[in-house]
């Protein structure tokens, strides 16, 4: 890391510029306030700047403002009260490229900033500067380049500030679904179903799902039958097949056994299947599981499933709002299992309100005791419309130090219990900068999963919430279009849905 900072003092304003003067202006203002001022004199998207940011500061404790651009203004001023430490945007830039570049002028500017903030409170992220969802594609796209291993860890370290461990954890998994990772065949599709209804809402959630009333789930069956109707029928017609199928939530298992047949029933109905390499169905919750849903899930040739148990500690799965047992998940794995269903994931969560290291490790070793198929480790992220969120706003931040152990331990537990890494992806707000990953038995991994991540095959997404994806491979772009979150919302303007999925794949 470049650019050694002092460390002593709480308050900084960061600035691109090429004006002392206008800076030491700024600094009378913010003086008397105990925040960060983040100004930056290049019109550039800042929202990767700003969650960059984050990781280091919480919201309502620093001002980001960006600003036109001067003439010539590439230099890289930080000021700590009353002294200033100035430093060329050039010192940043890697590898020779232009600044001239956007994307090489933004990656400058974040690691401007990385090396300010982490010197300044003496922090450093074990992403580095990177603050997408899919890191995965960079390591992806670097070894298609012909870039070695050794250069792609020299490249992720340089440009990214991007920890070993988690170079090595890229690399690991890219050699498991590096085959799964070509790109599509044209007019393939992953097609996703959502079901926006849970039993309860947890802590964390965010998500579109709700607790359903009367009628509700009949109302909203009704409409996405028609978003079923039709894009089964214009697929059909314009030559599109679906190379895999999950169904998610919400948890799509609030259905009862009836309109989880009449569902299922109704997509094999409408959509070719012919060429569908894996179909999944999230049980997630246990407290939905029966044998009799199994059994609807088994007789339609569907042999994947997700049981998230997030924790296997009775007083957290209170804490986050959960209304089952620990003995309750154990119970619906084995109602699964004899039920014939042959694959199984199981999602966790590290760093839930109150666990350590030691939670963790007792809620992994009765889950691998299980032997599912997959399991999926999740870092606990907060987004703004979760409960937990809205109480500690600090959440995210806090936590950083207790995850850095659960991390290590997770990962090495699951590498000595014979699974390994398949997929990773981060989100906002995750406690500790860290990520999700995917674990498999060999062999065993999530087609849909990995496609999700690479974005290398057109996404088509049904009923609310979804966001259908598509992709033109000679020219590397994606194009979104989605269907809005609200239920109700969806229910009223399932017309205008179809309408979207028209002009983006039909027209």
């Known amino acids: ?18 004006s002392i003067a206008r800076q030491k202006a700024a600094l009378k203002l913010f003086k008397k306030l105990n925040m960060y001022k983040i100004t930056i004199t290049n019109k550039i998207p800042a929202n990767e700047i700003e969650e960059l940011i984050k990781m280091f500061v919480p919201k309502g404790e620093y001002e980001l403002n960006v600003e036109e651009a001067l003439a010539n203004a590439q230099s890289f001023s930080v000021v700590f009260e009353e002294e200033t430490i100035s430093r060329p945007v050039t010192d940043f830039r890697q590898e020779d490229r232009p600044l001239a570049d956007k994307k090489e002028l933004k990656n400058a500017i974040k690691r401007g900033i990385y090396t300010a903030l ?10 580095g500067t990177l603050t997408g969802v899919k890191p995965g594609k960079i390591v992806r796209e670097l070894k298609e380049q012909g870039f070695s291993e050794d250069q792609i860890r020299a490249h992720m370290k340089d440009y990214y500030y991007l920890s070993e461990e988690k170079t090595e954890l890229l690399l690991e998994i890219l050699h498991t ?22 039993p309860t809402r947890c802590v964390y959630c965010s ?6 009333k009367k009628d509700d789930v009949e109302r909203y069956l009704a409409a996405l039958y028609k978003e079923i109707e039709y894009v089964g029928s214009r697929m059909k017609q314009t030559g599109w097949r679906a190379d895999s199928f999950y169904i998610g939530g919400g948890t799509p298992t609030t259905l009862s056994e009836g309109q989880l047949d009449d569902l299922l029933t109704k997509i094999f109905g409408e959509f070719d299947l012919s060429d569908c390499r894996e179909f999944t169905v999230e049980a997630g919750r246990p407290d939905t599981i029966t044998f009799e849903k199994m059994k609807v899930i088994k007789d339609h040739g569907i042999d994947r499933i997700s049981i998230n ?12 709002g959960r209304s089952h047992t620990p003995e309750e998940i154990l119970k619906a794995f084995e109602t699964a299992r004899s039920a014939g269903i042959g694959t199984i994931n199981m999602d966790l969560i590290a760093g839930l309100p109150e666990e350590g290291p030691e939670d963790l490790m007792d809620t992994l070793e009765k889950v691998t005791a299980l032997r599912p198929e997959n399991i999926t480790i999740h870092t606990l992220a907060l987004k703004r419309a979760s409960r937990l969120k809205m109480e500690d706003e600090r959440y995210h931040l806090k ?7 659960m991390v290590a331990l997770s990962r090495e537990y699951m590498k000595q219990s ?7 992806y981060r989100q906002k707000y995750m406690a500790g900068n860290y990520e999700n990953v995917g674990y498999c038995l060999p062999g065993k991994e999530c087609l849909y999963n990995i496609r999700t991540m690479d974005e290398q095959e057109t996404m088509i997404a049904l009923g609310a919430g979804g966001i259908s994806k598509r992709y033109y491979s000679a020219e590397t772009r994606i194009e979104r279009s989605a269907n809005v979150s609200n239920f109700e919302i969806y229910i009223d303007r399932i017309d205008e849905m179809l309408d979207r999925k028209y002009q983006l794949l039909f027209a």
């Open 207 to 212: 998500f579109t799902s709700n607790i359903p």
């Open 118 to 127: 982490g010197r300044h409170l003496g922090k450093s992220l074990p992403w």
């Open 309 to 320: 148990p997030q924790s296997m500690k009775q007083h957290t799965l209170d804490l986050i």
């Open 1 to 18: 890391m470049k650019g050694l900072l002092p460390l002593a003092w709480n308050r900084c304003i960061i600035r691109f510029s090429n």
């Open 399 to 405: 936590h950083g130090e207790v995850l850095t152990d």
């Open 418 to 424: 014979g699974y390994v890494p398949y997929y990773l």
């Open 177 to 198: 679904q590096y085959p799964h990772t070509k790109p599509a065949a044209e007019k393939s599709a992953g097609i996703y179903l959502g079901i926006p209804f849970c």
